[in-house]
């Protein structure tokens, strides 16, 4: 029986947590080091030398997001190794190691395509198949009697994140200018290094879930045979819906793997998630009699939840373009270095403006948790996760409108202070803590327990398809009936293309609204 004292007594933090939050902090700072010079070094490297000088801009910014997909394509072997073979530490123990590697290639082969690209994916596999798992090996250690501070652990957690982007973002382009890409390379991989030792270090304190035995009631196998059993009597429209999913990601494969083969993979795989997702929800009921109701169940949860996944994708689309598009905006943007409140002798390169979003996210999130969310609850509005996602979305499409609006001033010929991109940066970070800390926690709540690790990483295969959006539209703007429609309009490319992701965000943010009204919240937290 459990003892009054037991039933009040305050939550306790997990004394592991630490390791957690440290190893993070300085994986971040390796991470975003590296990734925040990429567009700049690339533009300026004997990598894309062969290249009009005209070109290497779009050249890198490909490069730039094709990386960037990679890095949220790899969660799905990370975590599927995990939840089956070897479980979350030893998975993310391993591929550290990789992900240092790949660091070292980066820093030793910065004239060599072939070394430096090597690196690229290295990195990619090595940090995404680690990045469903650390926020994933979080929750593992909370059970339902200190559930509470798991909210607040994953807001430190993206805090930690933050300041580790906030000091690479300000640091790593002063190093490539001064000391040159291998410097500028190798203090990431430094970094990575530390953050391996301080995880392995917490090795004999963290609880480790073991991974799944093979489940004959699996999502897959459930799936599968809401698709294809037989009911008498019953025509079989599901799985028709999945035969022309299928039929298209092969038409996909087919059509442009000859000229991109990662927007070919992505939309296939894309199809057939979403025409046999659809498929097998229609026919869901068949399944029972073959599998218990909690499997059924449990598939039904994941399926809604892969489709609030897939709102979020433009959210990403306009995201990441902080990091190329703005960079190359900010580059024919003036430095207001003749004003006494800007800090001349730090920020010299428009790739340092990024500094401004892990800073503004590390003011925002404590300002949001003690000052804004405790106001709108007195007020009797109750901000839910899907409603804080939701609002992120649109938040990001008025930092788009604003960026476009800077587009039309530089298109005009007026010389632009790049003191003005202080407003679209501090709108798509409150975007980003809205969207992007609630969606962890989020994630993994609504994750059956046998899904933590592959939920997670379809959650992060959304920043995936939100850059595929990115190099589908890029390429788009190649066709020359294209340009022709979008000279039409009196914009330029750079312009239109920003007011176009604006739209898109704003749409799928009332989309989202919508879907969030009916959405059914679960609680899928471990028991003590």
């Known amino acids: 029986m459990t ?8 939550p306790k933090l997990p004394r592991q947590i630490p390791y957690i ?23 300026s490297s004997l990598l894309l030398a062969y290249l009009p000088e005209s070109e290497r801009g779009g050249a890198a910014k490909d490069i730039f997001h094709t990386f960037v997909i990679g890095v949220y394509f790899f969660p799905l072997l990370g975590g599927w190794i995990s939840d089956r073979f070897f479980g979350k530490y030893n998975t993310v123990l391993w591929l550290s190691l990789v992900y240092c590697a790949g660091h070292a290639c980066l820093a030793l082969f910065e ?17 995404g198949g680690i990045k469903p798992l650390v926020s994933a090996f979080v929750g593992d250690q909370f059970d ?6 798991a909210k607040i652990v994953y807001d430190a957690f993206y805090w930690t994140i933050n300041l580790g982007s906030f000091f690479a973002s300000l640091l790593m382009p002063i190093f490539l200018r001064e000391y040159g890409p291998s410097v500028a390379f190798g203090i990431p991989g430094v970094l990575m290094l530390i953050a391996t030792i301080i995880f392995w270090s917490g090795r004999k304190k963290y609880v480790h879930v073991p991974p799944a035995p093979a489940d004959p009631h699996s999502f897959l196998r459930v799936a599968r045979t809401a698709l294809f059993a037989h009911a008498p009597g019953q025509g079989r429209a599901g799985l028709v819906v999945f035969a022309v999913g299928a039929a298209l990601a092969v038409a996909a494969l087919a059509w442009l793997v000859r000229d991109d083969f990662v927007i070919a ?6 199809l057939l998630l979403a025409f046999g997702g659809l498929g097998a929800s229609m026919q869901l009921d068949r399944a029972r009699g073959v599998h218990p109701q909690h499997a059924i169940e449990g598939v039904r949860a994941v399926l809604r939840i892969l489709i609030v996944f897939a709102l979020v994708t433009p959210f990403w689309s306009l995201f990441d373009q902080k990091a190329s598009t703005w960079v190359i905006q900010g580059g024919a943007m003036t430095m207001p270095h003749d004003q006494w409140w800007w800090p001349s002798w730090l920020v010299k390169a428009p790739a340092q403006m990024q500094a401004l979003n892990p800073l503004l996210v590390m003011l925002l999130i404590p300002f949001n948790n003690l000052v804004l969310f405790p106001a709108l609850r007195r007020m009797g509005l109750e901000i839910t996760s899907l409603r804080r996602m939701g609002a992120g979305i649109a938040f990001s499409g008025l930092a788009w409108i604003v960026a ?16 003005w991109q202080i407003a679209p940066y501090a709108l798509l970070t409150l975007g980003e803590v809205l969207v992007s800390a ?5 994630a993994y709540s609504q994750a059956p327990p046998s ?3 592959t939920i997670m990483s379809f959650w992060l295969l959304s920043v995936s398809y939100g850059n595929l959006w990115v190099l589908i539209t890029n390429a788009a703007v190649r066709n020359e009936a294209v340009t022709t429609q979008i000279a039409g309009t009196g914009l330029t490319e750079n312009a239109f293309l920003m007011f176009f992701f604006a739209v898109f965000a704003l749409l799928t943010a009332l989309v989202f609204a919508l879907y969030a009204r009916r959405y059914p919240m679960q609680d899928n937290y471990r028991t003590a």
């Open 438 to 442: 609630t969606g962890l926690e989020f």
């Open 451 to 453: 899904m933590k690790g």
């Open 404 to 419: 476009g609006m800077i587009q039309l001033a530089i298109d005009g010929g007026d010389a632009v202070s790049i003191a």
């Open 144 to 149: 339902r009697t200190n559930k509470s501070l």
């Open 21 to 43: 939050i440290g190893n993070e902090g300085c994986e971040r700072f390796s991470f975003y080091g590296m990734r925040n010079i990429l567009v700049p070094f690339l533009i």
């Open 3 to 10: 003892s009054p004292a037991a039933a009040t007594a305050r």
């Open 265 to 270: 993979v992505l939309l296939a795989l894309g």
């Open 111 to 127: 004239d060599s395509r072939t070394g430096f690209y090597a690196g690229l994916f290295l990195i990619a596999l090595g940090s």
